[in-house]
């Protein structure tokens, strides 16, 4: 796309530069999330300018964070954040549906397991006790954003597997064994690379970040009923406490 600027009288050429760009990201030129503009070089080319003006164009869009820079990679579209709620009731539909999202959740496998220690103790249970393990990833508007595996003490919830089908939530399959209500006890956050399967399922570059929530759902009694990891794209989400 050719655009002629004006020089010498109005706006400085690296405004005149950001806005056209701005123009495009807008216009869905560039796919937001992974899609990167166009090099340096290119963009000089492009406008006829230095590359201190082009640099100056980039700069100024993200310090509104419609672009981020990655060094050694280039500029990138910046994907609308998504604001996710963490309180004492942590629902994934209910949350983003509230802040007018559009969530889909679906199942990827559905398996029965020995808890591992850290699932044990958080469902308070012996380590290699029967525990169901569910896998779900949860996407807002046809963009991955969490991968969540979901585990529940197998002698209390027997049938869990088989309760919770395709369209069914946590929720509703909980309240088929009488757990009308959860809250959540703890919630703990950490960052980290994510690994092979989780950028693939996640649709993120290699070497991108996840942030990763471990928290225990406990009944009215204070019994723990799950114990959920959710690794989220950190790109695209903001974590509200």
């Known amino acids: 796309m050719t655009i002629l600027l004006q020089r010498g009288d109005g706006a400085a050429l690296w405004k005149q530069i950001a ?20 090099t340096e070089r290119d963009l000089t080319d492009r406008f006829q300018v230095n590359r201190h003006t082009v640099r100056r164009a980039i700069s100024a869009l993200a310090e509104t964070g419609l672009v981020r820079t990655e060094q050694g990679r280039g500029a990138f579209v910046n994907v609308e954040m998504v604001e996710y709620p963490l ?3 942590v629902r994934f539909a209910e949350a983003l549906s509230a802040r007018q999202r559009v ?23 012996k380590p290699g006790a029967p525990v169901w ?28 597997r088989s309760a919770f089908g395709p369209n069914v939530s946590i929720t509703e399959a909980l309240a088929k064994f009488g757990v009308h209500d959860y809250q959540r006890r703890e919630t703990r956050i950490l960052a980290r690379p994510a690994s092979a399967e989780e950028a693939r399922l996640l649709e993120l570059p290699r070497g991108r970040p996840v942030l990763v929530t471990e928290g225990v759902n406990i009944d009215d009694s204070g019994i723990p009923v799950e114990f959920s990891v959710a690794r989220f794209a950190a790109d695209r989400v903001q974590l509200v406490v």
């Open 19 to 38: 806005d056209a760009l701005e123009d495009e990201i807008k216009a869905c030129v560039y796919e937001a999330g992974d899609g990167r503009l166009p």
């Open 87 to 89: 309180g004492r009731r």
């Open 103 to 125: 969530p889909v959740g679906r199942v990827l496998e559905r398996a029965q397991m020995k808890a591992a220690a850290d699932v044990a103790a958080a469902l308070e249970l």
């Open 133 to 160: 393990r569910i896998e779900r990833l949860g996407s807002v508007e046809h963009k991955p954003l969490t991968l969540g595996s979901h585990y529940f003490c197998r002698v209390r919830f027997p049938n869990f």
